[in-house]
């Protein structure tokens, strides 16, 4: 079964600055997903950014970006210029591309703090 | 907002008791997926529905069941409830059942379980 792990419980950056949320995933599957999700207070899940492991360029979205390594089955999320609106926990999650479903494994999430 | 909703906001009741939650999909999505996540844990895959029929299932418990009807909204049955049941339990919909789909979350229920 595919694991995802999330090291960093919780993590802090100073407002503007950039900070690196690590994970790293284990799967047997040569094609698949990569995705960072952000939680807010209010709970709702957000696609901050999504990679598919057959691209070997690095997924950007603005001030999001990842750091994909497909043979260190690392995947890591850089935010750029940090805002007070990124505080929130990000979860990293792995899905497959098995046509038997294509529910997410997700990591435990990093609690994101941003320090005005 | 995701399009995706689901009722009720809130849930509070006892242990043994039937519960059951409700999710309406992004209109035109015929996949609806059900997670759970408990206190400080990630996100756990319980069961998927595509046009009514199951397409996949993950840590479902038996004492939880689901059923997607035809006018595709979903209803997930928690029963027996203990209160390690209590979670936040997750909806997501996506337009069909590819790997390529984005996932749309609901903004989630949260069962009190005491």
């Known amino acids: 079964a595919q694991t995802v792990t999330q090291s960093q419980p919780e993590m802090s950056v100073q407002e503007a600055e950039t900070v690196t949320l690590s994970c790293t995933y284990d799967?047997?599957?040569?094609?698949?997903?990569l995705f960072w999700y952000k939680q807010p207070p209010s709970r709702q899940m957000i696609l901050v950014i999504r990679?598919?492991?057959?691209?070997?360029q690095n997924a950007t979205e603005n001030r999001f970006s990842v750091n994909f390594q497909k043979a260190a089955k690392s995947f890591s999320l850089k935010i750029s210029d940090s805002q007070l609106g990124d505080a929130a926990m990000y979860f990293c999650?792995?899905?497959?591309?098995?046509?038997?479903?294509?529910?997410?494994?997700f990591g435990t999430g990093t609690s994101l703090t941003v320090i005005p | 907002d995701s399009g995706v909703t689901q009722t009720p906001k809130h849930l509070i009741t006892a242990t043994g008791q039937r519960v059951t939650l409700r999710c309406s999909p992004r209109?035109?999505?015929?996949?609806v997926y059900w997670y759970q996540q408990s206190l400080d844990q990630g996100l756990q895959f319980l069961i998927q529905?595509?046009?009514?029929?199951?397409?996949a299932k993950g840590n479902i418990l038996e004492r939880f069941s689901a059923q997607q009807f035809p006018d595709l909204h979903s209803e997930l049955n928690l029963s027996s409830l203990e209160l390690g049941d209590s979670a936040l339990y997750f909806c997501?919909?996506?337009?069909?059942?590819?790997?390529?789909?984005?996932?749309?979350f609901g903004p989630g229920t949260r069962l009190t379980v005491l």
């Open positions: 997501a919909s996506s337009e069909r059942t590819s790997s390529t789909d984005t996932q749309y």
């Open positions: 799967t047997s599957e040569s094609d698949y997903y």
């Open positions: 990679q598919e492991a057959y691209k070997q």
């Open positions: 999650a792995y899905r497959s591309t098995a046509p038997t479903g294509n529910q997410f494994y």
């Open positions: 209109s035109g999505d015929l996949s």
């Open positions: 529905y595509y046009n009514g029929e199951e397409r």
